[in-house]
């Protein structure tokens, strides 16, 4: 039996975060939109209102939400601001690994640390010759007693500078390539640890990214997550319960552009009649509303796929992050045509919403790389 009704539970999640976003990241997005700093406020009361680390097991300190919880909280993050919503989720992302392939030793110290600090984590995967294709990776971790000597390279880190510890893929075998790639979790106080420089970017300006390096930092061994080799699987595992998240941001993004743009165009006067009576602004909103609707589905279905063991997961959330996205993109780009000039202007966000987007079209993979994982799979 289908049943789309949210339960009392997750609609208390869902108001949660849509009134903290209220009270906190829409009266605040355009002044990160123009500082591009990192909102420490913001993050600092997510923690106290009980909103950061939504996955992490309620034992360590999170809320032990599932992936549908969670896109429940992102799809109003994302309605108030992808690019501070990301700040919290990018957390979520560089704590992944250690969820799948912590020890509970593990778990208890970085998940501990985590809360404690009311700190924020990184996840360092992307390399200036390893983007679309992780398999390029040339970070290397070489055993030398109890560390790792960690040297490496890695660029377009989200929290990079700002975050207590990094979630770091490299190599402990080169010559078996990505067969050797390993998570280790990277203490940023470690010596040797590179903040190289900060990214300048069209959107999402509240969120940071670094390019790091690592010169021969000494990584205990207690550091590695799982078993040596395992981390082309952890990654691509971390990636199948993410995007999900990407998913729900694009899809806040894409509603919150639309209700402007849709409200906007009922007060606009032209030719003595609001510009939503004409057709081709209403066909405008309609494919708009349709398309939100179906992102929607599609997000709530790749989460409860996830949370329900069911098979096809990483296919479903690639299609989830694809498809919701592209919607995220079109919708604001034509919030912005339906506003015209106050559309382009800084006086409505859609313009910034618009910026924002793009880049949920990019990372966590490209979708261009995840029609890859789509055909490869329904191809098979
Ligand atoms: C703001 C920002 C934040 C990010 N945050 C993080 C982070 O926190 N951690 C992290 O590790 N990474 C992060 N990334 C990296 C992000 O995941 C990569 O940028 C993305 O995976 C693409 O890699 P690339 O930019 O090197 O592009 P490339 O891999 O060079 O791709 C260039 C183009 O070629 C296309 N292409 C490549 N291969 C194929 C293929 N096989 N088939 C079809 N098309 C293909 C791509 O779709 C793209 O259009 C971030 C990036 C940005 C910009």
């Known amino acids: 039996m289908i049943d789309f009704s949210l339960t009392t539970k997750q609609l208390e999640i869902q108001e949660k975060y849509r009134d903290f976003a209220n009270r906190f990241i829409r009266p605040n997005r355009m002044k990160y939109d123009e500082s591009c700093e990192f909102p420490w406020d913001i993050v600092k009361q997510a923690y106290k209102e009980g909103l950061m680390n939504g996955p992490v097991p309620v034992k360590w300190g999170g809320n032990g939400f599932g992936i549908f919880e969670s896109s429940l909280g992102s799809e109003e993050l994302g309605a108030a601001c992808v690019g501070i919503g990301i700040c919290i989720d990018a957390n979520t992302l560089a704590l992944t690994p250690l969820l799948l392939s912590g020890t509970e030793d593990q778990q208890k110290k970085y998940f501990g640390l985590i809360k404690e600090q009311q700190a924020v984590a990184a996840y360092c995967l992307t390399e200036p010759n390893a983007g679309s294709d992780v398999a390029g990776i040339k970070s290397t971790a070489i055993l030398k007693g109890d560390k790792y000597i960690l040297n490496g390279h890695k660029r377009f880190i989200t929290n ?74 952890v990654a691509m595992k971390t990636f199948d319960r993410t995007r999900t998240g990407v998913a729900a941001l694009s899809l806040g993004a894409a509603r919150e552009a639309y209700e402007i ?57 690639a299609m989830s992050k694809m498809y919701a996205s592209d919607v995220a993109m079109k919708v604001a780009t034509n919030a912005v045509q339906v506003m015209a000039g106050d559309g382009y202007s800084k006086e409505y966000p859609v313009e910034k919403i618009m910026r924002d987007v793009k880049l949920c079209q990019i990372y966590e993979g490209t979708n261009q790389v995840q029609r890859v994982v789509i055909s490869k799979r329904i191809l098979k």
């Open 261 to 317: 743009s849709r409200d906007w165009a009922k007060d606009r006067i032209q030719f003595n009649k609001p510009i939503a009576a004409n057709q081709a602004v209403g066909f405008m909103l309609a494919d708009m509303a349709t398309e939100i609707e179906a992102a929607r589905m599609l997000t709530w279905r790749a989460a409860w796929s996830y949370d329900n063991d069911q098979k096809d997961v990483s296919v479903l959330s």
């Open 160 to 233: 990079g500078e700002v975050a207590a510890f990094h979630t770091v893929f490299a190599l402990t075998n080169p010559e078996k390539g990505a067969r050797s790639l390993t998570p280790f979790i990277v203490p940023t106080d470690l010596p040797g640890v590179e903040i190289v420089s900060k990214l300048k970017k069209m959107g999402q300006h509240a969120s940071v990214q670094n390019e790091i390096k690592y010169n021969d930092v000494e990584v205990p061994v207690e550091n590695r997550l799982g078993k040596e080799g395992r981390g082309f699987m």
